[in-house]
């Protein structure tokens, strides 16, 4: 199983990028999916997660209504679109398989938010 992110690099506060997550030899639609981040000298947070189908979406308190999330299970990727970006959202980005027990991860995308 190969996760790749993309999209990460430095943006202005108040951008909005969109990550994207590739799975490769796995049953991506089988499941759920999560987004994870790690900001400079903290702990892993959860971002958010998405239904297999992509129906149901959820996100974390600090970054509800500015983030969204969505699915694409032809092309087995995942992504996360971050809105009205701030310098606090600096972090890396991880996607990982399933929604509560995370079996497989990416190598993460760096998001840099700066003027």
């Known amino acids: 199983v190969q996760l790749v992110e993309s999209g990460g690099g430095l943006v202005q506060p108040g951008g909005s990028p969109t990550l994207s997550c590739v799975v490769s030899?796995?049953?991506?639609?089988?499941?759920?999916m999560s987004w994870v981040r790690q900001a400079p000298g903290k702990g892993l947070q959860w971002v958010s997660g998405i239904s297999n189908g992509g129906g149901s979406t959820w996100f974390a308190d600090s970054v509800k209504g500015r983030f969204s999330s969505s699915r694409d299970n032809a092309k087995n990727t995942v992504y996360l679109q971050l809105n009205s970006l701030r310098t606090g959202n600096t972090a890396m980005y991880y996607c990982a398989t399933g929604l509560f027990n995370y079996s497989h991860w990416g190598q993460g995308t760096r998001v840099t938010v700066s003027s």
């Open positions: 030899d796995f049953t991506f639609s089988n499941y759920g």
